[in-house]
């Protein structure tokens, strides 16, 4: 049985996903740019999406089965997620370099964003029934 928290960590993970095959299909450039892909390595693309599928495939199965250690990783990397604001901040302000087009900026913004509640809710959910409670 899959509790809140697990269904919100699941949904946040399927709209990256959606979101990473949206941005290689319809703007790969922003991708090709970031990993300094050569024209034409459409290889290097693929398997970057399939490394990522996997590795997202597996933290979903982690979650799904209420693996510890996937918990507290996940927990870990979603408190990470002002990071992402504040870098997003930066680059927007033009303090440093901007990794891609100002619309995956902010994308990245709303991603750190979205982290930090889902962090604060597995948080929660931890101080009323331990790893992987419902929050």
């Known amino acids: 049985m899959v509790n809140r928290t697990q269904r919100l960590v699941l949904a946040f993970f399927g709209v990256v996903w959606a979101a990473l095959i949206v941005i290689v299909a319809f703007a790969p450039d922003v991708y090709d740019t970031t990993l300094k892909v050569p024209n034409g390595g459409r290889a290097v693309e693929l398997g970057f999406v399939v490394a990522l599928s996997l590795f997202i495939g ?64 597995m948080i929660a959910g931890y101080r009323k029934r331990g790893v992987w409670g419902a929050y």
Not at 68 to 97: D, K, Q, T, Y
């Open 58 to 121: 597996l933290l979903a199965l982690g979650v799904a089965r209420k693996w510890r250690w996937v918990f507290w990783l996940i927990l870990l990397a979603f408190l990470a997620g002002p990071l992402r604001v504040v870098a997003s901040a930066l680059e927007l302000g033009g303090v440093i370099p901007a990794q891609g087009p100002a619309w995956y900026t902010v994308v990245q913004g709303i991603i750190g964003v979205a982290q930090l509640l889902i962090a604060v809710a």
